[in-house]
């Protein structure tokens, strides 16, 4: 159940990436590929980062919560997923205001 909450928050977290990636590029409409392209590069590394990062602490998670508070697996699994997806979500939408504010300083 632990590779399956890490699988599952971090595909879930790569689709809000996309989905926010179509956001990113019409917040850029208006500036040059040279000048869009560090706030891409800068928002691909977040949002692989935070994906990475929320499906190991969803395993972390469905541990604590499988022998801390005696759920059974499947139920901590999907607590782990739902708690890591939408802090990821979260996380993503910080790196897309944070790529387009980098393109903007370096303009």
Not at 7 to 36: H, K, W
Request: charged share 5%; glycine share 10%.
């Amino acid at each position: 159940m632990k590779i399956a909450s890490f699988l599952f928050t971090a595909l879930i977290n790569i689709g809000v990436g996309i989905v926010l990636f179509f956001m990113l590029i019409l917040g850029l409409n208006g500036f040059s590929e040279q000048q869009a392209m560090p706030g891409l590069i800068l928002f691909f590394v977040w949002v692989l980062a935070t994906a990475l990062l929320t499906g190991i602490l969803s395993i972390k998670a469905a541990g604590f919560f499988n022998v801390k508070k005696s759920l059974g697996a499947f139920l901590s699994a999907l607590l782990a997923v739902l708690i890591f997806s939408a802090t990821g979500a979260a996380m993503s939408f910080v790196g897309l205001f944070a790529a387009v504010f980098l393109v903007s300083a370096l303009r």
